[in-house]
T-cell receptor, first 112, second 116 residues
């Protein structure tokens, strides 16, 4: 079975500071991993995805994530937070079949 | 390409009324998902279709909820009768599933339902 755990439902960072959003997964098969972002009153938008190629994945808006099999993690980072990064972030895992499993989300606040 | 299109964007109705939410997936996608999002329960999968066939409806709350996909370009989620606890944002998402594709979901903008 697949599952996703996002540590920290709320994260606050200062503008310009490092953003680190944590995601750990459980999967019985080599997973596909995704990060989505949701801005207020909008749908979820794909930030980046890992599909068994390079373990360091770069996404939109300066975000990147590193797949670490030994730690079963797929943490999302951005070197310097911007006010526009304030949003809800969801980690998700797919078993390459028909199932998609989302984490409970992390709300990112950026303090000016 | 147009994304996933949902209608209506906002719906306010009274308890007991029938509600129908509509979704047009991205052309060429063969899987469609209905999710519900609330503050209390987060993002919940209600049902998903592959090639217009319902595969897993275990997330549908109760018999008041039903979903159909009569063809590859249209799906509906119906609530009859509606109750205040059904108030939520309902998202439709589509993806392309099969060999050699990664199958990420593409979401619509959502339908915000308020049941008074």
């Amino acid at each position: 079975a697949q599952s996703v755990t996002q540590l920290g439902s709320h994260v606050s960072v200062s503008e310009g500071a490092l953003v680190l959003l944590r995601c750990n997964y459980s999967s019985s098969v080599p997973p596909y991993l995704f990060w989505y972002v949701q801005y207020p009153n909008q749908g979820l938008q794909l930030l980046l995805k890992y599909t068994s190629a390079a373990t360091l994945v770069k996404g939109i808006n300066g975000f990147e994530a590193e797949f670490k099999k030994s730690e079963t993690s797929f943490h999302l980072t951005k070197p310097s937070a911007h006010m526009r990064d304030a949003a809800e972030y969801f980690c998700a895992v797919s078993d390459r079949g028909n199932q998609f499993y989302f984490g409970t989300g992390t709300s990112l606040t950026v303090i000016p | 390409d147009a994304g996933v299109i949902q209608s209506p964007r906002h719906e306010v109705t009274e308890m007991g009324q029938e509600v129908t939410l509509r979704c047009k997936p991205i052309s060429g996608h063969n899987s469609l998902f209905w999710y519900r999002q609330t503050m209390m329960r987060g993002l919940e999968l209600l049902i998903y279709f592959n090639n217009n066939v319902p595969i897993d409806d275990s997330g549908m709350p109760e018999d008041r909820f039903s979903a159909k996909m009569p063809n590859a370009s249209f799906s509906t989620l119906k609530i009859q009768p509606s109750e205040p606890r059904d108030s939520a944002v309902y998202f439709c998402a589509s993806s392309s599933r099969g060999r050699g594709v990664t199958g990420e979901l593409f979401f619509g903008e959502g339908s915000r339902l308020t049941v008074l």
